[in-house]
């Protein structure tokens, strides 16, 4: 029995998207939803994108975006792409000759909208490249930057005026016989941002990129971000996500994958579960909780972990976690491991001992995962 038997109220039916590759990485149908960040380095300083993108990695990313704005970028490519483990995607927008040199050197995507490029000629020389070197294309639609005679058409950006752009640029890759793309329709506003995407997840089946654009700060940014795509996740629409926020892109990374966590899309590393902590509290649990999230960041493997004050809620989230800690006793609380009452613990090895814990069970998990 699956889970969207036993509890239908958690289950979310993905819309079916055709399924691309960027590069190994499949994007669309039933692949998991990958999610993205880009670097923020100078892409001539292919070191110190290297090092980013390393970072990015660690932190769970499935595809780094690098912009290419000039020659030096593009040169620099080569050397990046080959050190990255993701697929890279070269942000292009207006320069088709940037778009040729990123596909020569070993870019997995283009983000590039065919309608900016220029002549005919122009368009068909970059799809050619594309074709050539393997690479797909997102066409990447921007609240801000829409078309002047779309502006025009429709007074003011409007999700129909985005999915209209989005749908005039796809049809200059279907002329051209590529099907390989993906796309976004990205605006700052969220209800903008939400309206749009559900117009365009009607109107193609291609694999839409999900994303709320210049969305801020890292709280607010979060918030926004958690909405707009939270909304459109739950209700199975995108393949692949982005969190733009004003913050080291490692964040991004982080709360991308919080939200899709939150929804059960995706899992990776330990979630806390863990209450505000009040009177009651065997011991300080925002400290404790700070800690251990640190403590516990390398952890790659799907844990659960409930971090709880005292035994009002303790016991009752410690049964539906693999590992818990309940506060309580004198200076010390109860361990719960499998969701049952373990062992006493003392308030002063706790956080030494769960990280011990935790490590055991993710080693016990990557066996599972060999054998
Ligand atoms: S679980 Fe206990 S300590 Fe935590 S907020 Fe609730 S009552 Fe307070």
């Known amino acids: ?14 819309r079916k998207s055709r399924k691309i590759k960027m590069g190994d990485l499949e994007i669309g149908g039933d692949a998991p939803i990958s999610v993205q960040s880009m670097t923020n380095t100078p892409t001539q300083d292919a070191g110190a994108t290297i090092d980013q993108i390393r970072r990015l990695e660690d932190a769970g990313a499935d595809i780094v975006r690098v912009s290419c704005p000039d020659e030096d970028s593009t040169a620099a490519l080569k050397e990046i792409v080959k050190a990255s483990k993701v697929p890279i995607v070269a942000d292009i927008h207006f320069h088709y000759k940037r778009g040729i040199e990123a596909a020569k050197a070993g870019a997995a995507c283009l983000r590039i909208n065919p309608g ?25 639609v921007n609240g801000g930057s829409l078309e002047r005679h779309l502006l025009e058409k429709y007074g003011e950006p409007c999700p129909e005026a985005m999915v209209e752009s989005a749908l005039d640029h796809a049809r200059i890759l279907e002329d051209h016989d590529f099907r390989e793309y993906k796309i976004s329709v990205k605006a700052s506003d969220v209800f903008l941002t939400v309206a749009a995407y559900q117009g365009l997840a009607e109107a193609t089946d291609a694999p839409l990129h999900l994303g709320v654009t210049e969305a801020g700060p890292l709280r607010t940014g979060g918030i926004k971000s958690a909405i707009g795509m939270g909304n459109l996740l739950w209700a199975g629409i995108g393949d692949t996500i982005r969190v733009s ?9 982080k709360v991308g994958f919080d939200m899709l966590k939150s929804l059960n899309l995706r899992t990776r590393g330990v979630n806390i579960i863990a209450c505000p ?31 709880i004050g005292c035994v009002v809620n303790g016991p009752g989230e410690a049964a539906g976690t693999d590992l818990g800690f309940t506060g309580g006793g004198k200076d010390a609380g109860m361990m719960y491991v499998g969701g049952k009452p373990d062992h006493k613990l003392s308030n002063a090895d706790m956080v030494e001992h769960i990280v011990e814990q935790v490590e055991k069970r993710a080693e016990y998990l990557r066996g599972l995962e060999k054998a």
């Open 116 to 140: 900016n490029i220029g002549s005919a000629d122009r368009v068909r020389e970059v799809v050619q490249a594309a074709k050539d070197y393997g690479c797909c294309i997102r066409i990447g």
């Open 245 to 253: 926020l004003s913050a080291d892109p490692v964040e991004e990374i």
């Open 1 to 14: 029995m699956n889970i969207d038997q036993v509890r239908p109220w958690r289950a979310i039916e993905r």
């Open 277 to 307: 902590s009040c009177a009651r509290q065997g011991f300080d649990v925002i400290k404790t909780v700070e800690t251990l999230e640190q403590r516990l960041e390398h952890i790659r493997e799907s844990i659960t972990l409930s971090i």
